[in-house]
């Protein structure tokens, strides 16, 4: 049965960016675009190993802005729209919470997560497969 509304998890990453791209081509129901941006205090977060400040805070504000408006782009580009949201929390807990309160009955994002912290990366790996684990709604995972 084909889904009535779907959530794309944008995190920058190129295979988020295939994820939108995947989405938009196979789904023709209203899709979600969502972007979830740690606290800084977070253990996942950048600032569970630097000092948090609120130059940090507005730069992570800002990249969540820039993944948004280019989601926004690249819908309109194949005469779509999305509709997106900026949650805040840990990614995968953000996520499902979302699934639960919002309808949406099919998820699809990318297999892990990407920055140019170097940080990141390594820590953000488990967000898919916690998706996967534990949504209550099928997740398609682009690899």
């Not at 960016?17 to 995947?22: G, H, K, V």
């Not at 606290?39 to 130059?55: F, I, N, T």
């Not at 992570?60 to 997106?84: K, N, Q, S």
């Amino acid at each position: 049965m084909a889904p009535s509304h779907v959530l794309v998890a944008l995190d920058g990453s190129p295979l988020a960016d295939d994820a939108l791209e995947f989405a938009l081509e196979v789904f023709e129901c209203p899709i979600t675009v969502v972007n979830v941006v740690t606290p800084l205090d977070a253990g996942m977060s950048e600032g569970g190993v630097l000092e948090p400040d609120e130059k940090r805070l507005e730069t992570a504000e800002d990249r969540a802005e820039r993944v948004i408006e280019r989601a926004r782009d690249r819908a309109a580009a194949v005469d779509r729209t999305v509709e997106t949201t900026v949650e805040s929390g840990d990614p995968a807990e953000a996520i499902l919470a979302y699934v639960e309160a919002s309808g949406v009955d099919h998820v699809v994002m990318g297999g892990h997560g990407g920055s140019e912290s170097g940080v990141l990366p390594r820590l953000l790996g488990t967000v898919a497969t916690t998706v996967v684990g534990e949504a209550p709604v099928p997740v398609t995972v682009v690899r």
